[in-house]
């Protein structure tokens, strides 16, 4: 079994910048990918990122291209997502993730039963 922990979000105006940690532990060994999700109030869960373990492969939604950044620290077992320009529709609970099964490709990270480990959520608010 792999435990997530999600950190760090909060309340921020438009056009600032926050950074989300995820802690993990337990069978860490195990993990292939991580990535992280959302979901705003009556919408479905949304794919936002997702890193191999290695950390050299990297996949973003269209909608964060450019103003999201996902890395990983193997020596922490940890996952980041820093949040560049956010916008009031990336409001949302964001999710972290990982995935103990071997896949390889876009497909292995965008959808959400790609994963079988997932946090608690941390909500993110950006302000008009």
């Known amino acids: 079994q792999v435990q997530l922990v999600e950190s760090g979000g909060g309340l921020v105006q438009a056009g600032g910048s926050l950074r989300l940690s995820c802690a993990a532990s337990?069978?860490?060994?195990?993990?292939?990918?991580m990535g992280w999700f959302r979901q705003a109030p009556g919408k479905e869960r949304e794919f936002v990122a997702g890193?191999?373990?290695?950390?050299?492969?990297?996949y973003y939604a269209d909608s964060v291209k450019g103003r999201f950044t996902i890395s990983r620290d193997i020596v922490e077992n940890a996952a980041y997502l820093q949040s560049n320009n956010l916008k009031p529709e990336d409001t949302a609970v964001y999710h972290c993730?990982?995935?103990?099964?071997?896949?390889?490709?876009?497909?292995?990270?965008?959808?959400?039963?790609?994963?079988?480990?997932w946090g608690q959520g941390t909500q993110v608010t950006v302000s008009s």
């Open positions: 993730v990982a995935a103990d099964i071997y896949c390889s490709g876009y497909g292995c990270y965008d959808g959400p039963g790609q994963y079988n480990y």
């Open positions: 337990g069978r860490t060994f195990s993990i292939f990918r």
């Open positions: 890193i191999s373990w290695s950390g050299d492969t990297t």
